[in-house]
């Protein structure tokens, strides 16, 4: 195989495989049964979905009102809604009580997760300027994707 050709297969991880390959006496094919192997210790990763994402939030940020039992709440008991929307997305309980600009790392995440469009410095932006709104925000967005609801 030449440096120019393209690569059409992943790289196989099976020991003699891979001397193979080095002392130039065959090509590779994976085997997903093959037994583990790698030169350098590491593995190939594979990214399924945009960096970008490829969708906008499902509400915007200032319509609190959709669900007003829900305003209320972040309104009188804001550390307890964070803490109820950290669980939802498999952080710790108490985590947005001792972690600074948790409810950005939590917006982050959760437009990660749902492969919504932004960036990290919008949602600085939002969780700094606007925090009761980005909590009502991701608590519908948790409820339509259906995060942490059983």
């Known amino acids: ?45 594979l990214v399924t979905t945009s960096i970008d994402g490829n969708r906008d939030w499902t509400s915007s940020l200032f319509d609190c009102m959709q669900d007003k039992l829900n ?5 009188f008991c804001s550390p307890c809604v964070t803490c109820q929307l950290g669980t ?17 790392t939590m917006r982050t995440r959760l437009r990660t997760l749902g492969g919504i469009q932004g960036s990290i410095c919008n949602d600085c932006l939002m969780s700094s300027l606007c925090g009761p709104c980005a909590l009502c925000q991701m608590k519908r967005e948790m409820d339509v994707m259906g995060l942490g609801t059983e």
């Open 88 to 104: 939802r997305i498999g952080e710790c309980l108490f985590m947005p009580l001792f972690v600074p600009g948790a409810i950005l």
């Open 71 to 75: 305003c209320l709440f972040v309104v």
């Open 1 to 45: 195989m030449s440096d120019k050709e393209p690569i059409t297969s992943q790289p196989s991880k099976n020991k003699a495989d891979y001397e193979k390959l080095e002392s130039g006496q065959g090509s590779v094919v994976a085997s997903p049964s093959s037994q583990s192997y790698s030169k350098f210790g590491m593995d190939t990763i």
